[in-house]
């Protein structure tokens, strides 16, 4: 029988621990719909870790977070198809990104934090100005899933992976694939 309380198309949801923030002070986790921030330093007994904030605002999974280059900032992105910017001292949603048509599986933020770029299940990645909240790219060109991405240190560059069984590098200014890498099976 299942359970009421596990969610998700693939059964429970892992609690996924992303970047270090504020000087690697706090971790940020990501699980069933929320966002939470505890505090984390070396040394710290794991099972006494307590909650600093939980935000909420996603109304299906959270699957991903990222943290701004300047730590006051994250932007998560979910099941429910948006990406979500978080003021993370006030747990004020600021911004909320929609254009997929299928769930977000990852998101990375740009080295300037001006830009964010989020991977999706309509097999896509979406470029986003983080300050109007516009989509400034599509970047299509996998036959999956797309379920990672990075950014490059220069911001030139973004690198997607997909369930198709291969990396793409794009050029973030032309929108165009620069190379397809293969080998994943």
């Known amino acids: 029988q299942r359970d009421p309380q596990r969610r ?3 059964g ?3 609690i996924k621990v992303t970047q270090s923030i504020w000087d690697a002070s706090a971790v940020a986790t990501a699980s069933r719909g929320k966002l939470r921030f505890m505090p984390f330093f070396e040394g710290v007994d794991l099972s006494k ?3 600093l904030r939980t935000l909420e605002g996603h109304s299906k999974s959270v699957t991903s977070v990222a943290v ?3 730590g006051r900032r994250v ?3 979910s099941e429910d198809e948006t990406l979500k910017v978080w003021d993370v001292e006030t747990g004020e949603c600021v911004a909320t990104l929609e254009g997929h048509s299928d769930g977000v599986f990852d998101v990375a933020v740009f ?3 001006r830009r964010v ?3 999706s299940q309509d097999n896509t990645l979406k470029v986003w100005d983080v300050a109007t909240g516009k989509c400034v790219a599509t970047l299509e060109g996998h036959s999956g899933e797309v379920k990672c991405v990075a950014v490059s240190p220069d911001g030139r560059r973004v690198v997607s992976g997909s369930e ?3 990396l793409k590098v794009w050029d973030v200014e032309t929108g165009k694939c620069v190379a397809t890498l293969e080998g994943h099976s």
């Open 12 to 14: 429970a949801e892992p």
């Open 8 to 10: 998700g198309r693939r």
């Open 111 to 113: 080295p300037d934090g």
């Open 75 to 77: 932007v998560s992105g």
């Open 49 to 51: 870790l307590a909650v």
């Open 117 to 119: 770029v989020s991977a």
């Open 164 to 166: 198709d069984e291969t």
């Open 68 to 70: 701004f280059p300047d």
